[in-house]
Nanobody
Framework: QVQLVESGGGLVQPGESLRLSCSTS????????MGWYRQAPGKERELVAV???????IYADSVKGRFTVSRDNFKNTMYLQMNSLKPEDTAVYYC??????????????WGKGTLVTVSS
């Protein structure tokens, strides 16, 4: 059972920064890709940033230039550095990891989420 544990959420004012962490019980190299998603109240879950095993990182247009996804392979941890936060960034942020199963199917794994609130 893959375990993904998010941390780092909290209450901040507009313009401030936060860094989220996603720690996994597995080697990061075992995942085809990892990423961050978020779900605001009353809205559907949306992609924030994706970090594939190889290739370029992908960001939602709404966070480009403000958020940066990175990995520490030795710590099996993925990060989301969030700068210049806006009230519309308020959401529960979820860590996602995708890995092939024994049949070659891509399986999504999710953390339980961490709440980010941006408010003055």
């Amino acid at each position: 059972q893959v375990q993904l544990v998010e941390s780092g959420g909290g209450l901040v004012q507009p313009g401030e920064s936060l860094r989220l962490s996603c720690s996994t019980s597995e080697s990061i190299f075992s995942f085809n890709r990892m990423g961050w998603y978020r779900q605001a109240p009353g809205k559907e879950r949306e992609l924030v940033a994706v970090s594939p095993r190889t290739g370029s990182r992908i960001y939602a247009d709404s966070v480009k230039g403000r958020f940066t996804v990175s990995r520490d392979n030795f710590k099996n941890t993925m990060y989301l550095q969030m700068n210049s936060l806006k009230p519309e960034d308020t959401a529960v942020y979820y860590c996602n990891a995708v890995r092939e199963d024994v049949d070659g199917l891509l399986i999504d794994h999710w953390g339980k989420g961490t709440l980010v609130t941006v408010s003055s």
